[in-house]
T-cell receptor, first 116, second 111 residues
Framework: AQTVTQSQPEMSVQEAETVTLSCTYD???????LFWYKQPPSRQMILVIR??????QNATENRFSVNFQKAAKSFSLKISDSQLGDAAMYFC?????????????FGTGTRLLVSP | DAGITQSPRYKITETGRQVTLMCHQT?????MFWYRQDLGHGLRLIYY???????DKGEVPDGYVVSRSKTENFPLTLESATRSQTSVYFC??????????FGPGTRLLVL
């Protein structure tokens, strides 16, 4: 079974600085998707970024980028120029690419604290 | 407004009572999902639906019932609530193999 591991329960960063959140996953599949979701205090789950495993280029969305290392099964999220509004729980998720429905598998989350 | 909504947002109930959590989406997504979020577990899939009248179990379906008579609605029923079902429940929707979009969540407390 696929598993997703987020080894950092909590991370801290100062405004305007850069922080990297770690995620590793275990799978024997070659085709899959990886996601980072943000959950602010409002509890809403918001998609931050998505990466297809067949793409070698790392996905970016404005201040958010990933470092996808397929061989190492690592998928870290880098947040540049951190803002107070980035404070939230961040969840890494995996989904296999296959026929039929494939469920999302979530990690346990990393709480990001942002200080002025 | 387009999106996904859940009701109620907060619910307190007693053990043994039946509770229904509602989910409504306006995107016409084919797939809908129910997750529960508990400390130390992240999000776990309870049930999902690929289309109206098609539902299937996820990781933790015991004690829950779902139905989907209309594409836009996907209610989750706890037939006889237990304290272990105290959790935050998220509904999500998406098209086949596409990104899932989540509702705001329902916080349920079972006393």
């Amino acid at each position: 079974a696929q598993t997703v591991t987020q080894s950092q329960p909590e991370m801290s960063v100062q405004e305007a600085e850069t922080v990297t959140l770690s995620c590793t996953y275990d799978t024997s599949e070659s085709d899959y998707y990886l996601f980072w979701y943000k959950q602010p205090p409002s509890r809403q789950m918001i998609l931050v970024i998505r990466q297809e495993a067949y793409k070698q280029q790392n996905a970016t969305e404005n201040r958010f980028s990933v470092n996808f290392q397929k061989a190492a099964k690592s998928f870290s999220l880098k947040i540049s120029d951190s803002q107070l509004g980035d404070a939230a729980m961040y969840f890494c998720a995996y989904r296999r690419e296959d026929t039929g429905f494939q469920k999302l598998v979530f990690g346990t989350g990393t709480r990001l604290l942002v200080s002025p | 407004d387009a999106g996904i909504t859940q009701s109620p947002r907060y619910k307190i109930t007693e053990t043994g009572r039946q509770v229904t959590l509602m989910c409504h989406q306006t995107w016409s997504h084919s797939y809908m999902f129910w997750y529960r979020q508990d400390l130390g577990h992240g999000l776990r899939l309870i049930y999902y639906s690929a289309a109206a009248d098609i539902t299937d179990k996820g990781e933790v379906p015991d004690g829950y019932v779902v139905s989907r008579s209309k594409t836009e609605n996907f209610p989750l029923t706890l037939e006889s609530a237990t304290r272990s079902q105290t959790s935050v429940y998220f509904c999500a929707s998406g098209d086949y193999q596409e990104t899932q979009y989540f509702g705001p969540g329902t916080r349920l407390l079972v006393l």
